[in-house]
């Protein structure tokens, strides 16, 4: 996989990142996406729902989608947090998306990384493309040490994804997430630098 980056200004002076890969391509949200974004979460709410929890009508609206994306360029600014789009080759149709986040500085230098696929993309690689990517992007540019990810022990797809982009599983975290009526287990995967 070859990576490139490239940063292009924006109108308030920030970065935008962006990242090719051969399946899809991942771009650091814009506020002009808060549309799209409304439709892939609107569209996916209930697929999603099997392992996060469904969240409150205003959620999915672009308001809501808006506000986030300002978040997430607030976080990017401040190098808390890499929220990308997972974008089709050569369109701008938004399949998914894709965030390092929390990220900590020494004596840590770690993140994790959490995304979720429009369901009619899953099983054809794109995520984990995208995976591979955040990882490279969060080892070569943000010079982290460790990436870390929480998957369902039910959300074998997830696993899968993490499995194939070099992720270890290291523990079980019981109980982690309040999802829909109930608190669920977790894995915890990791991926080191070297």
Same mark, same amino acid.
């Given at each position: 996989m070859v990576l490139k980056i490239w940063r292009l200004l924006r109108k308030k002076g920030e970065n935008v990142v962006s990242i090719q890969g051969g399946k899809c391509y991942i771009r650091t949200f814009q506020e002009k996406d808060a549309q799209s974004l409304t439709g892939l979460v609107s569209r996916n709410k209930y697929f999603w729902s099997t392992y996060e929890p469904l969240q409150r009508p205003d $959620? $999915?609206? %672009? =308001?809501? /989608? $808006?506000?986030? %994306? /300002?978040?997430? &360029?607030? &976080?990017? =600014?401040?190098?808390? !947090? $890499?929220? +990308?789009? %997972? +974008? !089709?080759?050569g369109t701008n149709n938004l399949i998914g998306h894709i965030a390092l986040y929390a990220v900590k500085r020494l004596p840590y230098s770690s993140a994790f990384v959490g995304y979720a696929m429009d369901e009619i993309y899953v099983g054809k690689g794109i995520v984990t493309e995208a995976v591979n990517m955040v990882v490279q992007f969060a080892f070569e540019q943000v010079g982290l040490h460790r990436v870390e990810a929480y998957v369902s022990t039910q959300n074998n797809a997830s696993i899968r994804v993490l499995e194939k982009s070099g992720f270890q599983? !290291?523990?079980l975290l019981r109980k982690l997430l309040y999802i829909n009526g109930q608190w669920v287990d977790h894995y915890m995967y990791a991926r080191l630098e070297d």
């Amino acid at each position: 996989m070859v990576l490139k980056i490239w940063r292009l200004l924006r109108k308030k002076g920030e970065n935008v990142v962006s990242i090719q890969g051969g399946k899809c391509y991942i771009r650091t949200f814009q506020e002009k996406d808060a549309q799209s974004l409304t439709g892939l979460v609107s569209r996916n709410k209930y697929f999603w729902s099997t392992y996060e929890p469904l969240q409150r009508p205003d $959620y $999915y609206t %672009i =308001d809501a /989608q $808006y506000k986030k %994306i /300002q978040e997430s &360029l607030y &976080l990017m =600014d401040s190098k808390r !947090e $890499y929220t +990308f789009g %997972i +974008f !089709e080759p050569g369109t701008n149709n938004l399949i998914g998306h894709i965030a390092l986040y929390a990220v900590k500085r020494l004596p840590y230098s770690s993140a994790f990384v959490g995304y979720a696929m429009d369901e009619i993309y899953v099983g054809k690689g794109i995520v984990t493309e995208a995976v591979n990517m955040v990882v490279q992007f969060a080892f070569e540019q943000v010079g982290l040490h460790r990436v870390e990810a929480y998957v369902s022990t039910q959300n074998n797809a997830s696993i899968r994804v993490l499995e194939k982009s070099g992720f270890q599983r !290291e523990g079980l975290l019981r109980k982690l997430l309040y999802i829909n009526g109930q608190w669920v287990d977790h894995y915890m995967y990791a991926r080191l630098e070297d």
